[in-house]
């Protein structure tokens, strides 16, 4: 389960960014999380609450946002919504579309005390 890592990179930076802020300690953290990442949602929370225990985000709730999958089409210019299985235009057919969103994995901000 390569959520565990994730989760404990994620941990490891919130406790960065407090030695070199200062603050007590970490409520909130919001993570922008692309559907097409490779990261189970689920798990990545359930190994965000077992990774946090004894730290600086002790009592933070870890707020997750989905970002589609979505592409333009380099042959009619549309950007579209993709499926996982395939990134076929649906307007032209193509399969020449260029991946806009979806593989994000981004800490977008932390609420601190």
């Not at 407090?18 to 603050?23: A, E, M, S, V």
């Not at 798990?43 to 946002?65: Q, R, V, W, Y």
């Amino acid at each position: 389960m390569h959520e565990m890592s994730i989760a404990q990179a994620i941990i490891d930076n919130l406790e960065e960014e407090q030695r070199i802020r200062g603050f007590r300690r970490i409520t909130r953290v919001e993570i922008r999380l692309g559907e097409f990442s490779n990261i189970v949602p689920e798990s990545l929370s359930f190994c965000f609450d077992a990774s946090k225990a004894g730290t600086i985000a002790a009592d933070a709730e870890l707020h997750l946002t989905i970002i589609s999958l979505q592409g333009a089409c380099t042959d009619c210019g549309k950007v579209v919504e993709l499926r996982e299985d395939y990134f076929l235009c649906p307007h032209c057919g193509s399969f020449q579309v260029a991946v806009l969103s979806g593989e994000e994995l981004d800490l977008v901000s932390i609420d601190v005390e």
